[in-house]
């Protein structure tokens, strides 16, 4: 296998943004608590079996860096406006401790401790490369990685390619056989190529002027208000749907021809109608900003913002919300433009965000094509460290609140609700994490009750 080659750009040459990387521009208040910060980073873990040669691990990963100039782009900004900027690829740090003295039964907890540490931590993003490593070694042949990267060049679809990337590295330094890496398009590749091919929209654009004409994102009332300006933290609140409701959500997908994320939508939508007593609901989510093929193997910050806007008027079950939801997404992913391009045809639909006692929360399904179950390159093996539910911890959430769930190894959904506590207290998120569970349970056990 060889590492496939990678022209680095001039230090002179001006790349521009992508739209994505603008939208990040959006919330940045030029303080370390924005999508500039140094704790908006993204941190995975897998334990890692196998005879483990550190030095050929710390080369992977400066492979890796070579390999994806995202995770050594830097935003500058001049007197003509923003740009990014590549530079040349420097050493990955990777911090490696001693966890000899750890009883075998303890390892997964301590790993999954590992995970929790990292997410606590500060990275600024003015060091380069982007991405660093935390290594545990328990023994010879067990270990647990964690790799941290900043959100600005990363999404979470470009952590386990990240990590896939890396075990084939390692196992080409260590001479073994493992496939080949696909070609590499850069994100530099990507952004020009949004900006020649997007920079109309067309037909996309007066669909989202239609569809969104007097609508405004749907936020929630804050228990604080921002005029307090109490210290800006992000919190975090996970707890897990069970495998019954989990296998329900997927027989009722099936038979609705919905995707997961649309059943859990449905569900969303519904529980954000009760809490805001509203009827017409706009819930900002986010498509992968992937688009073409080419691009499924090119680590960078890809994610679209998108607002989803339902009329629940009328729907008397949730069967016939779902038929709803599927009808917005189906729509929606077929005129998928940059948000930006959206909020140029409907500026008034972020309204919400300047006020002083509403926050807007954004739902995520996360769904990667590449897999967290247990992998080999080489003599190695590897397999992704589970989310826990009691992890206090995570990165951090620009502005309002996140939900982020997950279908997990186990069949569980994994959630994850990530808010500032400048604004919100912990209570109003479990009390809403508790009633959008039992929400489903109730949904998937009889879709065709009336909607209380």
Not at 38 to 48: F, K, P
Not at 122 to 150: N, Q
Not at 372 to 395: C, N, T
Not at 421 to 445: K, V
Request: aromatic content about 8%; proline content about 5%.
């Amino acid at each position: 296998m060889s590492i496939s080659e990678t022209i680095d750009a001039p230090e002179t040459t001006r790349i521009p943004l992508s739209f994505n990387q603008e939208f990040l521009c959006m919330f940045d208040t030029g303080g370390d608590d924005g999508p500039f910060g140094s704790h908006y980073n993204i941190v995975y873990g897998w334990r890692l079996e196998g005879r483990l040669d550190v030095e050929a691990l710390r080369e992977a990963l400066n492979d890796v860096v070579a390999r994806h100039e995202a995770l050594r782009t830097s935003i500058e900004t001049d007197e003509h406006g923003r740009y990014q900027k590549v530079l040349p690829p420097a050493p990955v740090s990777l911090e490696v401790r001693d966890l000899s003295g750890t009883d075998p039964v303890d390892r997964d907890r301590i790993a999954g401790e590992l995970v929790n540490e990292a997410e606590a931590g500060a990275y600024g993003i003015e060091e380069m490369p982007l991405l660093r490593g935390v290594l545990g070694r328990f023994d010879a042949r067990d270990a647990a990685l964690v790799l941290i990267a900043h959100h600005s060049a990363v999404d979470e679809w470009s952590m386990r390619l990240l990590m896939r990337d890396l075990a084939l590295c390692y196992a080409a330094r260590r001479g073994q056989d493992a496939p080949a890496l696909p070609e590499v398009h850069q994100y530099q590749e990507f952004a020009r190529w949004q900006l020649d091919t997007l920079a109309g929209g067309g037909k996309a654009r007066a669909y989202w002027r239609e569809k969104l004409s007097g609508a405004q994102v749907s936020a929630t009332r804050t228990d604080h208000p921002r005029s307090e300006n109490r210290p800006k933290t992000t919190s975090w609140h996970r707890f897990a749907i069970g495998k019954d409701t989990t296998a329900g959500i997927l027989k009722l997908s099936r038979t609705t021809r919905s995707s997961p994320f649309m059943i859990l939508l449905a569900g969303y939508s519904v529980l954000l109608g009760k809490v805001n007593d509203s009827t017409d609901i706009v819930v900002p989510t986010f498509a992968s900003g992937r688009g073409q093929a080419r691009f499924h193997d090119t680590v960078g910050s890809f994610f679209n913002f998108m607002p989803l806007r339902t009329d629940l008027s009328g729907a008397g079950t949730f069967r016939e919300v779902v038929k709803r939801v599927r009808a917005t997404c189906m729509e929606a992913y077929s005129n998928d433009i940059p948000f930006a391009q959206v909020l140029e045809e409907v500026p008034a639909l972020m309204a919400p965000l300047g006020e002083d006692d509403r926050a807007v929360a954004a739902f995520q399904v996360f769904r990667s094509p590449f897999a967290s179950d247990r992998e080999v390159a080489g003599d190695l093996e590897y397999a992704e460290i589970p989310r826990r539910i009691d992890q206090p911890v995570g990165g951090d959430v620009p502005d309002g609140a996140l939900w982020q769930l997950e279908i997990d190894s186990s069949g569980e959904i994994l959630a994850t609700l990530g808010f500032n506590s400048n604004l919100f207290d912990e209570s109003t998120f479990t009390a809403q994490a508790a009633e959008f569970t039992r929400l489903l349970r109730a949904a998937i056990a009889d879709p065709d009750a009336p909607l209380s």
